[in-house]
């Protein structure tokens, strides 16, 4: 069955998000006409393993405590809900300690932190790693100062190396990870046979790898025609370098500042 849209768009969104976390990017661009591609190269799941969770319990014990993402919250909360169930739990209940700095990468992070009842939470206005990183509190550590960091294996490469080099005690937790998932391939015909223009909503440098890697050649090349929205200028310089011509940067990653565009284009 087809899924191609009933009417055409004005604009193809071209998402690399997980497969279940395309929504967001959905409802904005359906505010502007336009359809998405889902191209998604992988799925969340949590890392609830004896392992994950001991590196959580020591991570938690830090002074400071940087999470990366709303599936770090996600997968903390999991892997507490499982070890609260055990013989023998390990893991604070609540997580924070009286204190304890907490970090997000963005205001999504804080928020799920937040229903998660960790409320005393600090994140940047400019959200993503570059942006964290200039938070005060984050910027330099005296012998023994540690920070326990909630993430996945990949991604957000820059935070523990720069943590780390700053004199940080870092205490890293990967508590959920990506499974690679294969790309749709109704979407990919519907990259391949688009009429309308494409913008790609870039807030991640991996996930772009791994799609344009998968792609065949000729959904490849339609891929680099796209538009590109990048969350970071990091970003916007890896687009370039994968072979993206028009490339620009977002005020940040959420999805109504990655398709600004949209309404810059539609004048709405």
């Given at each position: 069955m087809s899924r191609e849209p009933t009417i055409p768009p004005r604009w193809y969104v071209i998402s690399l998000r997980p497969s279940d976390e395309h929504e967001a990017l959905r409802c904005i661009a359906a505010q502007y006409a336009s359809a998405l591609i889902e191209l998604s190269?992988?799925?969340?799941?949590?890392?609830?393993?004896?392992?994950?969770r001991a590196a959580l319990a020591a991570a938690l014990q830090s002074t400071q405590v940087v999470v990366t993402s709303p599936n770090a919250v996600r997968a903390l909360r999991d892997l507490c809900a499982a070890d609260a169930r055990a013989a023998a739990p390990t893991l604070p209940q609540p997580p924070q300690r009286a204190g304890q700095a907490w970090y997000a990468v963005g205001a999504g992070t804080a928020q799920a932190l937040a229903e998660f009842g960790i409320t005393d939470v600090r994140w940047p206005?400019?959200?993503?790693?570059?942006?964290?990183?200039a938070l005060p509190g984050l910027d330099r550590y005296a012998?023994?100062?540690?920070?326990?960091?909630?993430?996945?294996?990949?991604?957000?490469g820059a935070i523990a190396p720069t943590l780390a080099a700053r004199g940080a005690q870092l205490r890293r937790a990967d508590i959920y990870r990506r499974e690679p998932a294969p790309l749709d391939r109704f979407m990919v015909a519907r990259l391949i046979d688009a009429r309308a223009p494409l913008l790609l909503a870039l807030s991640s440098g991996e996930a772009l790898q791994r799609v344009l890697e998968r792609l065949p050649a000729e959904a490849a090349a339609r891929l680099r025609q796209a538009r590109v929205s990048a969350a970071s200028?990091?970003?916007?310089?890896?687009?370039?370098?994968?072979?993206?011509?028009?490339?620009?940067?977002?005020?940040?990653?959420?999805?109504e500042e990655l398709l600004a565009p949209l309404a810059e284009t539609t004048g709405t």
């Amino acid at each position: 069955m087809s899924r191609e849209p009933t009417i055409p768009p004005r604009w193809y969104v071209i998402s690399l998000r997980p497969s279940d976390e395309h929504e967001a990017l959905r409802c904005i661009a359906a505010q502007y006409a336009s359809a998405l591609i889902e191209l998604s190269p992988w799925s969340i799941r949590s890392e609830n393993t004896a392992a994950a969770r001991a590196a959580l319990a020591a991570a938690l014990q830090s002074t400071q405590v940087v999470v990366t993402s709303p599936n770090a919250v996600r997968a903390l909360r999991d892997l507490c809900a499982a070890d609260a169930r055990a013989a023998a739990p390990t893991l604070p209940q609540p997580p924070q300690r009286a204190g304890q700095a907490w970090y997000a990468v963005g205001a999504g992070t804080a928020q799920a932190l937040a229903e998660f009842g960790i409320t005393d939470v600090r994140w940047p206005e400019r959200m993503d790693s570059e942006g964290l990183l200039a938070l005060p509190g984050l910027d330099r550590y005296a012998a023994g100062d540690s920070v326990g960091l909630l993430t996945a294996p990949g991604g957000r490469g820059a935070i523990a190396p720069t943590l780390a080099a700053r004199g940080a005690q870092l205490r890293r937790a990967d508590i959920y990870r990506r499974e690679p998932a294969p790309l749709d391939r109704f979407m990919v015909a519907r990259l391949i046979d688009a009429r309308a223009p494409l913008l790609l909503a870039l807030s991640s440098g991996e996930a772009l790898q791994r799609v344009l890697e998968r792609l065949p050649a000729e959904a490849a090349a339609r891929l680099r025609q796209a538009r590109v929205s990048a969350a970071s200028a990091r970003l916007a310089q890896l687009a370039r370098e994968a072979g993206f011509a028009t490339v620009g940067v977002a005020a940040g990653p959420g999805a109504e500042e990655l398709l600004a565009p949209l309404a810059e284009t539609t004048g709405t």
